[in-house]
Nanobody, 121 residues
Framework: QVQLVESGGGLVQAGGSLRLSCAAS????????MGWFRQAPGKEREFVAA???????TYYADSVKGRFTISRDAKNTVYLQMSSLKPEDTAVYYC???????????????WGQGTQVTVSS
């Protein structure tokens, strides 16, 4: 089992940037594909971005493509760099991990507790 802890959320103005981090522990980090999801009030949790174990493959939701970048280091952390933020990006952002990665309908086994991102207009 892997434990995930997110950090880096906060309040930012529209057009600004924020970087989220997710530290993994418990199992070998490189065994897991990593991703980010988000959930806005009254809405279902949705996929944001994912990265393969090697870091070579990345996938993004259309709504964030060109504005968000997912990356991972060799140790235990995955990042989500968010730029040109919009009020509609306001949500709780969750880090997630799974041994497999699918291009669509991916629902990982392991989840963090989430970090709040609020974008003011």
């Amino acid at each position: 089992q892997v434990q995930l802890v997110e950090s880096g959320g906060g309040l930012v103005q529209a057009g600004g940037s924020l970087r989220l981090s997710c530290a993994a522990s418990g199992r070998t980090f490189n065994n897991y594909c990593m991703g980010w999801f988000r959930q806005a009030p009254g809405k279902e949790r949705e996929f944001v971005a994912a990265i393969s174990r090697s870091g070579i493959l990345t996938y993004y939701a259309d709504s964030v493509k060109g504005r968000f970048t997912i990356s991972r280091d060799a140790k235990n952390t995955v990042y989500l760099q968010m730029s040109s933020l919009k009020p509609e990006d306001t949500a709780v952002y969750y880090c997630a991990a799974d041994s497999k990665l699918y291009r669509s309908n991916w629902w990982p086994d392991y989840w963090g507790q989430g970090t709040q991102v609020t974008v003011s207009s």
